[in-house]
């Protein structure tokens, strides 16, 4: 039996070529990752393997055994604020979403960027999150996001207060 | 127990006083029932129920900060249910942003009757008359004693009390809001939506649930012939293929064998040929044009014409633009006995389930509705047909079933925003006073208020006609955000930014110049100042543009600066002035008005629904582009209306002058007027 690791657990997957997003939205019951195009134009479907963002509409189950594969439900410790992960807490003080469909493609996107980048220019933001569409048009609050989430992860006072 | 605060669906809303174009956008219902709107629970929370949906305007966070308000309790003691058409008052849809902020309105005075109400039982319990006692933090408290007071939890344990909505309960006025009017950055569904925890309609599964995909022609009109299902049928995980109807399916295990099933199918289809092709839609707009309604006609044309020292006339042409949500639409039906329950992110829920009654010949009160949380609508998720395709195949198999659009299919099989074909005679003085408006605008479709609205001109031209015609639409055309006022808006606009040049006039100086309506001079002057107007020029290698309107009675104004560089347009900054009355979610407002700008900048420089003979060329973001990250400017939205004007809406007008503000100031740039849409074909 093929298992993939996901968000810590070794999980069975019934056969190496089925679609990894739709294994986890549907054979695991994740649906945090969003079918958005299915052609990896959009980022919805947007997942981290060994720190990395990867479209999963674009992929397998077979081709990423062997790696660790995180969803937006394996980011946060647990259901509070406190709990949530800084990019997360960000997304949320600076109200960065309105549907909020791409929103987890979005979060992972920028969990992937920072891990390989502690402070990025605006540049390389956008450059990173160009292949990600929101289609409610929350860009400017997402790049907000992002700068607030690098400080605090940065662990830069400032970025911590600010919102109600 | 509970206190319950009910009412029917159509009392006492205010009428919204615009001044300018007043328009009701009504929420009446043929039913008479009462609606549970508002309870208290013996936990202190508050529950509110509203008929209206979530697609991204924020409406759970506001409408839970009027209830907060009214009821004295923190915002994050208030719990939303909206949209389930067994638990909340019934509502025509989400749409037309004046109705929801009826719906705010009436859950208001139900806050502020439930508040009356726990004072009245306060007073029993703690014996001091109700005028000694006041609501604070849920809790009914002494205004002399501070030490006497009772728990909203504690007031309503005993038996179940129910209230009727007073007629005229004392809504608390804007200068006493503590939650109302604040920034709410936290959104109540904040956290649900940054851990997955949100659920769409494609996140729905039930056990036991089959997965359908329908098998959809390759055009418009096209029926199938014959249909050979055999290898289909033979394919591991297919549990059958049925045809009823027209509706051919494969229904799966997993989502992977319908699809694979449903590309097998051998269909030989009917494809009607001669249809129209996207280059024949300015000609065929026109001359397929009926039904002219005279939005707005004033004095005496000819005279107007003769006192004009210029005339101009132009023609500006917008192409059909897909609505493209995020989330295509899904649909999860299940069947017991004669009960359908149907998830469908539908912005009509009670409409879906009056469709479904009549689909299968039952009482409305036999279907159950659910639109989760929507992944985008823009107007485009009224109709949702895909529903009733998942009831019948659930029907036929006798389980549930989840259909869910592919993106393509999404595009093809949702509705478009119309094409439209407006043109413009307009006369006026050597200093650019208007003397004459001529208008006559071909909309596609057969809904013909979508074209009307915005199509009245705000300027004070005295001798004005200005008529919709309704003009065949090849595709299928509905509503989408602001509906046909960004169209109207973006001709009028473009033309007013001509005659300003016509006659040497500054856009801001030139539109003032014929303005009376003060709120539209304030919006004007106040997006000037914030942006920093100082003419269509910039700098160097920069074109500034502006245009105003008008939109669910809210008064907008946007001024753009743009470079242009080997055939792209960037738009840099943007800065707008919104008079949408009181503000009472302010941030959620600023956000709606973001979101619309960064819409409208796809339509105005890139975005074009083409399609040739009955078929949709580019129905993939392959090949249909939508703003991204890259396309997003800066925005500053001021907020200038008055406190005691009521709310209008805040999430449809910033789309309807952003299209003109963007041709202006390319032209400023480039000195290329464009009157046609998109700029960027046409660089
Ligand atoms: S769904 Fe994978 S990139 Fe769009
Ligand atoms: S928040 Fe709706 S698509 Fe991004």
């Given at each position: 039996m093929l298992t993939v690791n996901v968000n810590g657990e070794e999980r069975d997957a019934p056969?190496?070529?089925?679609?990894l997003l739709s294994f986890l939205r549907f054979d695991l019951g994740l649906t945090g990752a969003k079918y958005g195009c299915g052609e990896g134009l959009c980022g919805a479907c947007t997942v981290l393997v060994d720190g990395q963002p990867l479209r999963s509409c674009m992929t397998t189950v077979g081709a990423v055994a062997g790696g660790d594969v995180t969803t937006i439900e394996g980011l946060a410790a647990g259901a509070t604020f406190e709990d949530l992960h800084p990019v997360q807490q960000a997304f949320v003080d600076e109200q960065a979403?309105?549907?909020?469909?791409c929103i987890p493609g979005f979060i992972m996107g920028t969990v992937g960027l920072l891990n390989r980048e502690a402070a990025p220019s605006s540049g390389q933001v956008r450059e990173a999150l160009a292949e990600h569409m929101c289609r409610c048009g929350t860009y400017q609050r997402i790049e907000r996001a992002v700068e607030r989430a690098a400080g605090l992860m940065r662990g830069d006072a400032g970025a911590a207060g600010g919102a109600s | 127990m509970s206190l319950s605060i009910v009412g029917d669906v159509q009392v006492g809303f205010p009428a919204v006083r615009t001044g300018y174009g007043q328009q009701t956008y009504g929420n009446t219902s043929p039913l008479v029932e009462r609606y549970t709107w508002l309870t208290v629970g013996d936990d202190g929370r508050a529950t509110l129920f509203a008929g209206k949906v979530e697609y991204g305007q924020n409406i759970r966070t506001g409408l839970a900060v009027e209830v907060a308000d009214e009821l004295r309790v923190p915002l994050a003691e208030v719990d939303v249910v909206l949209g389930d058409t067994d638990r909340v008052p019934w509502d025509m849809g989400t749409f037309g942003s004046q109705s929801t902020a009826r719906v705010g309105w009436q859950l208001r005075k139900a806050a502020a009757t439930a508040r009356e109400a726990l004072i009245a039982m306060a007073a029993d319990v703690l014996d001091l008359?109700?005028?000694d006692l006041e609501a604070r933090a849920g809790r009914v408290v002494s205004k002399s004693d501070a030490s006497r007071g009772v728990d909203y939890a504690e007031l309503v344990r005993g038996d179940a009390v129910e209230r009727e909505i007073a007629e005229r309960p004392p809504v608390t006025p804007p200068s006493e809001w503590t939650v109302m009017g604040q920034t709410h950055r936290r959104r109540l569904d904040g956290i649900d939506r940054v851990t997955g925890r949100s659920k769409y309609s494609q996140d729905i599964q039930l056990d036991e649930m089959l997965f359908a995909t329908v098998v959809r022609p390759p055009a418009y009109g096209a029926r199938a012939r014959s249909v050979s299902a055999t290898a289909a049928e033979a394919l591991p995980g297919v549990v059958s293929v049925v045809q009823e109807d027209g509706l051919i399916a494969v229904l799966a295990e997993d989502d992977e064998a319908a699809a694979l099933g449903a590309r097998v199918v051998q269909v030989d289809w009917d494809v009607p040929q001669g249809q129209p092709s996207r280059w024949d839609m300015p000609t065929l707009l026109v001359e397929s044009?009926?039904?002219?309604?005279?939005?707005h006609e004033e004095g005496d044309l000819d005279a107007g014409f003769r006192q004009a020292d210029h005339v101009l006339e132009s023609t500006y042409y917008l192409p059909y633009i897909a609505p493209a949500p995020m989330e295509p639409r899904a649909a999860v039906a299940a069947w017991e006995g004669d009960r359908l329950t149907v998830w469908a992110g539908t912005q009509r829920p009670f409409g879906l389930r009056q469709e479904l009654a009549s689909l299968f010949g039952l009482d409305e009160s036999a279907v159950h509705v659910i639109a989760p949380e929507i992944g985008g609508g823009f107007g485009a998720k009224s109709p949702y047909a895909l529903a009733h395709d998942a009831a019948r195949l659930a029907r036929v198999v006798g389980r549930p079933v989840r259909i869910a659009f592919t993106r393509a299919e999404e595009t093809m099989w949702s509705n478009f925003r119309p094409a439209a074909l407006i043109q413009i005679k307009s006369g006026f003085t050597s200093d650019g006073r208007l003397v004459a408006w001529q208008s006559d605008a071909y909309h596609s479709g057969e809904r013909v208020m979508i074209g009307r609205r915005g199509a009245e001109t705000p300027y004070d031209a005295g001798n004005v006609r200005s008529l919709v015609y309704r003009s065949d639409s090849p595709l299928p055309s509905g509503s989408y955000r602001s509906l046909g006022a960004a169209v109207n808006h973006f001709a009028r606009e473009v033309h007013m930014d001509e005659i300003a040049e016509a006659v040497g006039k500054d856009p801001v100086e030139l539109r003032l110049h014929n303005l009376s309506e003060p709120r539209f001079r304030r919006v004007l002057e106040q997006a000037a100042e914030e942006f920093g107007w100082n003419g269509p020029h910039p700098s160097e290698g920069r074109g500034a543009g502006i245009a105003l309107g008008i939109d669910v009675g809210s008064y907008v104004a946007t001024a753009v600066e743009v470079s242009v560089k080997e055939r792209e347009v960037r738009v840099h900054r943007v800065g707008a002035a919104l008079d949408c009355g009181q503000v009472v979610n302010p941030e959620g407002a600023r956000n709606q008005m973001e979101g619309s700008i960064v819409m409208g900048i796809g339509g105005a420089l890139f975005e074009a629904s083409d399609f040739q003979d009955g078929r949709?060329?580019?129905?993939?973001f392959a090949r249909y582009r939508v703003p991204r990250i890259t396309d997003a400017p800066r925005i500053d939205v001021r907020f200038v209306g008055d406190e005691d004007t009521p709310s209008t809406g805040a999430g449809e007008p910033g789309i309807v002058p952003i299209a003109a503000s963007i041709s202006n100031a390319v032209f400023a740039a480039t000195g290329q007027r464009h009157r046609e849409l998109p700029i960027q074909r046409h660089l």
């Open positions: 056969r190496g070529d089925r679609n979403m309105q549907c909020g469909y | 008359p109700a005028s044009g009926a039904e002219p309604h005279p939005m949709l060329l580019n129905a993939t």
